[in-house]
């Protein structure tokens, strides 16, 4: 109270006006009512069959897409390193349709270089980039011009555009995020 009465510069209330502050329960806000809330879109495919290898190092951004992915009915695998992109990669490679890969991996490597390899044992293998740069980090390499791009940040329904197109379905509107 003495910190209050500090802050009210130096007036102190009177001794009915801390009872009824006391007695009286906190004012709460008015609900909201459902309709007022309007979430986000989401695509998701009418086929679930593809998998997708994903490969982010950070570690909350790697949780989030999953999780979209996954609202989506995708199969999805993650990463957080080349290093255990390749290892997923030799256990599931005959099932894993997509990689969805940053543009900069730690470690000494790149998205374009673990495409590569993974393309070498799977030629018609879809990639996706990501990256918090724009597309002209790309420009150096044609392999990297001809795939799909997605600038960081992006919303959970151009992730799922972009995947649909890569993966050559037709996207569907079909609900909300929950």
Not at 2 to 24: Q, Y
């Amino acid at each position: 109270m003495k910190d209050t009465v500090a802050a009210l510069g130096g007036l102190e209330p009177s001794r009915a006006a801390r009872k009824a502050i006391r007695s009286k329960p906190a004012a709460v806000a008015e609900p909201v009512a459902p309709s007022a809330v309007v979430p986000p879109l989401v695509v998701r495919r009418r086929d679930c069959s593809a998998t997708i290898l994903l490969v982010e190092d950070d570690a909350a951004i790697r949780e989030l897409m999953r999780k979209i992915l996954l609202n989506a009915c995708y199969q999805v695998l993650t990463a957080e390193s080349e290093a255990q992109a390749l290892e997923i990669w030799d256990r599931f490679n005959h099932q894993i349709d997509l990689l969805l890969t940053d543009v900069m991996i730690p470690h000494r490597t790149t998205g374009l270089e673990l495409a590569k390899k993974l393309r070498a044992t799977k030629p018609d293998l879809k990639v996706i980039y990501t990256s918090g740069f724009g597309r002209e980090i790309c420009d150096c390499d044609p392999a990297l011009t001809a795939s799909s791009f997605l600038q960081k940040p992006f919303t959970p329904d151009e992730l799922m555009i972009v995947v649909a197109a890569t993966l050559e379905t037709k996207p569907e509107f079909i609900g909300t995020l929950s």
